[in-house]
């Protein structure tokens, strides 16, 4: 009986543990493991390809999370209100894209500083909602810009797979996405792009998820978080 009971308790120490961790934490690259439960992010938006994939999404009932940049939005504002109001997640993906793994200059705390803020603030002043999702172009993930993103309430979302950006054979790019869908994948796709890859294959890859039994949710509901 107190061997039951000792292992009770450590039971919940650790379990106490592991929540306290998780919750510390505020940087993902994916999803849980052990729910099928997938998520489709669009980067870099919004552009030419916005519209379009919203088309799809639609078409297919699927919620998607769209990580945006300031000096965007500002020329398209239409195109933001109907992701928002096709009841998609918005996110905050910087300002002017700044590769943060090249920029060695001293200011560099408050550019990071900046570059959220400013997208906050563009996306406030359209939606007036406060974004709580951030991911850093070319998925910086340096424990500078993480420190930042968590003083301003933010959590840091990288991807699990993403290459609809390269210059390769559709098929293959297509077989790629398919051979990563797994529990818990996060998919990096982009609405601004030099190729439409992403349009090419992202009606049959949304089929090929449901047909498989996951569910296609936002970065919130995959990871549980809430506005902060
Ligand atoms: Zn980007």
């Known amino acids: 009986m ?3 009971i000792k292992k ?4 919940f120490v650790v379990s106490c543990i592991h929540t306290c961790y998780l919750q510390a934490n505020n940087f993902y690259a994916s999803g849980p493991q052990n729910i099928k439960k997938i998520s489709l992010t669009f980067d870099d938006g919004p552009g030419e390809n916005t519209l379009k994939i919203l088309e799809i999404l639609k078409k297919k009932k699927v919620k998607a999370t ?7 939005i500002k020329n398209n504002s239409k195109i933001i209100k109907k992701v928002f109001d096709d009841g998609h997640e918005i996110a905050n993906h910087t300002y002017k894209h700044i590769n943060f793994y090249n920029y060695n200059k ?3 705390i408050t550019i990071i500083e900046n570059e959220i803020l ?10 007036n909602i406060k974004t709580f999702l951030v991911r850093f172009p070319y998925g910086y993930s340096k424990q500078d810009a993480i420190k930042i993103a968590k003083k301003y309430n933010y959590h840091v979302i990288n991807w699990t797979f993403g290459i609809d950006w390269k210059q390769m054979d559709i098929n293959k790019i297509h077989d790629e996405y398919k051979r990563a869908i797994k529990n818990g994948s996060i ?3 982009h609405d601004v792009s030099k190729n439409n890859n992403v349009l090419m294959f992202l009606e049959k890859f949304i089929d090929e998820i449901i047909e498989s039994g996951y569910k296609i949710v936002t970065i919130s509901e995959l990871l549980s978080l809430k506005n902060v």
């Open 66 to 72: 769209f990580f945006m940049l300031g000096c965007n």
């Open 187 to 189: 998919f990096l796709m």
């Open 2 to 4: 107190e061997k039951i």
């Open 106 to 108: 001293e200011n560099k």
């Open 8 to 11: 009770i308790i450590l039971f």
């Open 118 to 127: 400013s997208t906050e603030k563009v996306i406030k002043d359209i939606l």
